[in-house]
């Protein structure tokens, strides 16, 4: 058993994840300095006021995700991704290029071509970089190599705006010190990329289609038909939502009202980034190395809870003077703050790792990037949607900083509802994962032997109540249960059970009716290509014995011949669920 951190070790994950932390630390050095060089020295530049120039360089980054994302995906689906990927790295060194000189000269529209230019390269790489992974990781590396993605964009985001602010305040040469690191940045990532292995075209007989909004908009229709994977991007989209919301918030949320400095500022960020590596790298152990969407719930309801106590951490503070760093940790007023931040970033971890793997595994091979394509135009939708509301929240209905994380905290709870309430199976897994979690410990072996792909049916010893639940989180692949119908009728079993398709069953002298409508579902789930999973003793033994297999699996066989996989079940029998 592998963890996530051996996969740093493999030529097929290593430069891939190298090349993207650089592309992302160089993009955010480069905004970091840009941002800093204009709120001091704008008036050398331009006559634009600096609010004016803020709104301007955040719309120039974010167009290019409208723009171009949508045609990215489809060339991602069409070609290599590693010939993609050398493009996009050899293109960036060139957009640095313009960026060096630009800095050198003070050239304000220069600087301003460099911000667009890597917004477009952001667009472009974002498709391949999500799309790859489900191509050259295994199933059970599929979370763990989306942990250490996002933990690395994360540290790569700090790290980036850290160095660019040093750098660029460095007296009196920080710009050409800016200018020389994003270069050297961008040509350290160009040649790391040559390191990454093929990973071939998904769909080579594909047709570009360059309109950018008729092609978004096919992109939409496409996704809308998996529900599962429709919702799944709402719900990452609303993660970028709260997250832009309280990263651009915090600058002012710590001068307003903690009355902290710059190096609070960037403690605080600090703290924020290294909660969501934390949690993305965790998720890997509390999900078994599998996607597990019981973990979406569980985050939803962390980035709830640390949000609203954010509020009252500071609830009334009125700071009077300016505090440096140390004072501001010698205080305990401020450690719960540190605490929720800190909270927020790892459920935030647990809520995102899951959502992104599950797309991932969940779309179509020959439409994946398209998928991602689409998934980072939403994103970007949900990110000016997140600065709109903030700026009318702040200005029209003059909230504090502190009352607009309340109310996006709890508008995230609204949202995350809705979105299960839509999808039962998130809240579903939610339940099994929290009763497994907190009462067994499950030991596997050989699950392996269980078919990826294609219909089987599994067997197993019956010894518990609990046997279901057990198998639920023990097997990769969902099961369809072969359930007793009294089963549904239990208020918190029958809902899951109802959630996960189980197929309920009765005896023929109980209801012959439903008896025929299992065997149909039954043999209509094997056709689709589905795992049956049935206890064929037809009863919990009641002294730790089996009992012999009743005629039901010898029909379902009968009427559609496929592998049978029998599963031993150990360790429960004499427990307070057995009888």
């Known amino acids: ?342 909270g927020i970033g790892i459920f935030g971890g647990f809520y995102i790792v899951p959502l992104y793997a599950l797309v991932q595994s969940r779309s179509e091979p020959s439409h994946r990037a398209r998928t991602i394509a689409g998934n980072n135009i939403v994103n970007a939708f949900f990110m000016v949607f997140s600065a709109i509301l903030a700026v009318i929240l702040l200005n029209v209905f003059h909230f504090s900083i502190s009352e607009l994380f309340l109310a996006t905290a709890v508008l995230s709870a609204i949202v995350s509802i809705y979105i299960y309430t839509l999808v039962p199976e998130f809240f579903m897994r939610f339940l099994i994962w929290i009763f497994m979690s907190f009462f067994y410990k499950v030991k596997k072996t050989h699950t392996h032997h269980i078919p990826d792909e294609g219909a089987c049916v599994l067997v197993c010893n019956h010894v518990s109540f609990y046997d279901a639940l057990i198998l639920a989180t023990a097997i990769r692949r969902p099961p369809r249960f072969v359930m007793y119908h009294t089963i549904f009728k239990t208020p918190i079993l029958g809902f899951i059970f109802r959630t996960a398709k189980a197929i309920p069953i009765a005896p023929m002298k109980e209801d012959p009716v439903l008896l025929e409508k299992a065997y149909a579902d039954i043999a209509q789930a094997l056709k689709d290509g589905e795992i049956v999973f049935i206890f064929p003793e037809g009863r919990i033994t009641d002294n730790g014995e089996m009992y012999p297999f009743r005629s039901g699996i010898t029909r379902i066989l009968q009427d559609t011949p496929v592998p049978v996989m029998p599963i031993a079940l150990r360790g429960m029998w004499g427990s307070i669920s057995s009888r």
């Open 1 to 342: 058993m592998h963890n996530q951190f051996d996969l740093l070790k493999t030529k097929r994950f290593l430069p891939f994840f190298c090349t993207q932390f650089l592309g992302a630390f160089n993009d955010n050095v480069f905004k970091q300095s840009l941002i800093i060089l204009l709120a001091f020295n704008a008036a050398s530049m331009t006559t634009l006021s600096p609010s004016i120039l803020a709104n301007l360089c955040a719309g120039l980054f974010i167009l290019p995700f409208f723009l171009f994302s949508a045609t990215a995906g489809q060339l991602a689906d069409k070609y290599e991704k590693t010939l993609l990927i050398k493009i996009i790295k050899a293109c960036e060194v060139g957009i640095m290029l313009i960026a060096a000189i630009g800095f050198h000269f003070q050239q304000l529209p220069l600087l301003l071509i460099a911000l667009f230019l890597m917004g477009v390269h952001s667009s472009a790489f974002g498709p391949i970089k999500y799309a790859i992974l489900p191509q050259t990781l295994t199933k059970n590396e599929l979370v763990g190599g989306n942990a250490l993605v996002e933990t690395g964009t994360s540290l790569a985001i700090l790290i980036g705006s850290m160095l660019g602010g040093f750098l660029i305040a460095l007296k009196p040469s920080g710009r050409e010190f800016v200018s020389w690191a994003v270069l050297m940045i961008a040509v350290i990532g160009f040649i790391v990329s040559w390191k990454i292995p093929r990973a071939e075209s998904a769909n080579k007989d594909l047709v570009i289609n360059w309109n950018p909004f008729t092609e978004t908009w096919r992109n939409f229709i496409f996704i809308r038909q998996n529900r599962t994977v429709l919702l799944s991007i709402m719900g990452i989209s609303w993660f970028w939502f709260y997250g832009a919301t309280f990263l651009t918030q915090i600058p002012n949320y710590t001068k307003q009202v903690l009355g902290g400095d710059e190096h609070v500022v960037t403690f605080l960020l600090t703290i924020f980034s290294v909660g969501i590596g934390l949690g993305s790298l965790l998720c890997e152990r509390l999900s078994d190395k599998k996607v597990e969407l019981g973990l979406v719930p569980f985050g939803s309801i962390g980035l709830t809870c640390f949000g609203v106590d954010l509020y009252f951490a500071t609830h009334g503070l009125q700071p009077e003077t300016t505090t440096t760093f140390l004072v501001f940790i010698q205080n305990p007023i401020h450690y719960r703050v540190i605490f929720d931040l800190l």
